[in-house]
């Protein structure tokens, strides 16, 4: 048993490890999203790989252990350890569930119902993921190779009957329709993640660094949610699609970059030319390019 003061100093350094944790949750909320984004590209870039070979066959015809297909399994696989990793070494979907679990821990989410349930769709993704991946693995292993020692009888006699009695064929093919049924699902379960990570956003306008994010994937924010960035920004700022600009802009101001600040001010002044706060900004932002050009002369 620990001592009564080690467990007193156990006991105070999780509390300081929450605080830190909870100091840069908008950090940490913004990781989310953007880790999402790069999961979500990497899975589509898999599914229109498995689509695109399903649509060059018939429904009927296509056979994922066919030879032909050899390269999509190991595609299939090659992705999919990228997005998950190992557990020496997770990769970017294991790494998105631990931040989840951290970001919404079980004893706090009956007060975080749409975090709880992020934590959940994102979990299944993972564990939908892994389940494909094996297999995968048992699809690209053993899968064409037992099929044909079954085929081509070149088992011994007794190895004949038992694989007959074990029906090979069909053990395989399950597998098979387990493939097609998990990449199925977890198209599903990334777009109904999608769905409820954009409902969340109007909850979440104060963060900074997520409404930068957000300006600076316009194309992203585009495909996954067919919105334009001043439709997106009019609802997470209550009709002031300009405010979402500003935001941004003083996102960009904190760091010193300067230009970027006022790409963002000026979008603000288009959607609503009387915007005091992009004006203000942008007489700022002029002030200190002007600032600066001199003192570059000056040391020229």
Known sequence: MLPACSLKNTSHGDENRHDWFEQRRDFFIRQLFDDFFAILRSFQTLYLLYLGSRESESAM?????????????????DRLTMMVGTELNKGPLWQLKDLCHRLWPEEEQRAQFEGSLIDWFIGSIFHEAMKLKENIYILGS????????????????????????????????????????????????????S???????????????????????????????SEEREALFSDMFSGRPEQGFCVAGKG?????????????????????????????????????????????????
């Open 252 to 300: 960009y101001l904190s760091g010193q970059w300067l230009p970027q600040a006022r790409m963002m001010y000026e979008h603000a002044l288009r959607i609503d030319e009387h915007c005091q706060e992009a004006r203000r900004q942008l007489i700022s932002i002029a002030d200190k390019t002007r600032h600066m050009d001199g003192m570059g002369e000056m040391d020229a």
């Open 142 to 193: 053993y899968g064409p190779t037992a099929l044909k020692r079954r085929d081509s009888g070149s088992l011994g006699g007794g190895a004949q009957n038992l694989a007959h009695v074990l029906d090979v064929s069909t053990l395989v093919r399950r597998v098979v329709l387990d493939v097609h049924s998990q990449l199925n699902q977890l198209a599903f379960l990334f777009g109904r993640t």
């Open 61 to 77: 015809e296509f056979d994922l252990l066919a030879e032909k297909n050899a390269g999509l399994r190991s595609q299939i696989w």
């Open 195 to 225: 769905y409820l990570l954009r409902t969340m956003l109007p909850g979440l306008s104060a963060n900074v660094l997520l409404v930068r994010l957000l300006a600076e994937r316009e194309q992203m924010v585009f495909d996954l949610w």
